[in-house]
């Protein structure tokens, strides 16, 4: 049992090792990957475990393996669904219709330093924090972390909480007519929070979306932290910023 496991987790590294690098893309679409007796070479370890990994990366559509030639990468990658010019509503609801969101995360909490300076909290003030996973044919794609000062957060049906259009339903019960959108864009390394939630390995960077948004009136409403799983997601922008701004507020 105890070797059983070893092998396990040996094949699961391997495979771990070799997804990273195609999704990074060391290894391009069509270029051939190691081949088993390289793998059993490189990283000590039997052809029965090289093999397993090998069909761990071809059974997820990473590779197509040929007999006498080798393994290669697929030339079709996945389908990434394009966000543009940040306004996700409208992207997911015309080009991922069956997206799911699920919430995993619901609690009142004081907020990290950084959150608390950003929203205007006191000291000791808190939010309301919640996550949400965005999920397509059992495939997590994004998830979202919400901070919500709690003078603004009332006894929200979970329905609402998980509507992919949140935020301006959020901002009609509320009574805001307006706000304003300020976002920030960077590629971050996954903790383990994300390795867990998304499904992914530790060397697949993400997309981390920061949204400040705020009222008419200037006064910060709630903070939103987006992360993207690059291999599922693109982010496109295609006009101006004056454009960009008054198409997200439309």
Known sequence: MEQSTTTQA??????????AQILSGEYPEGEQIPTEQEICTRFEVSRITAR???????DEGLVVRSAGRGTFVRTTAPHKIPIVEGDYIRSVHRDA??????????????????VKDTLGLLDTEECEVF?????????PIAYDRVYLPCRFSMEYEQELLTAI?????????????RSTIREVTEAVRPDEHSIRLLE???????????DIITSERGTPLMLVETFYRGDRIQLVSTGTAESILEHRHE
């Open 131 to 139: 996550e949400r996973v965005d999920i397509i044919d059992d495939v």
């Open 52 to 58: 397993h990994s090998l069909r761990l990366l071809q």
């Open 10 to 19: 040996a094949y699961r590294r391997i495979y771990n090792v070799l997804k």
């Open 200 to 210: 992914i390995v530790p060397e697949q960077p993400l997309l981390l979306t920061t």
């Open 165 to 177: 259009d949140f935020l301006p339903r959020w901002l009609a019960t509320e009574g805001f007519q």
């Open 97 to 114: 219709p069956n997206l799911f969101r699920k919430l995993v995360r619901r609690e009142r909490t004081e907020p990290p330093r950084q």
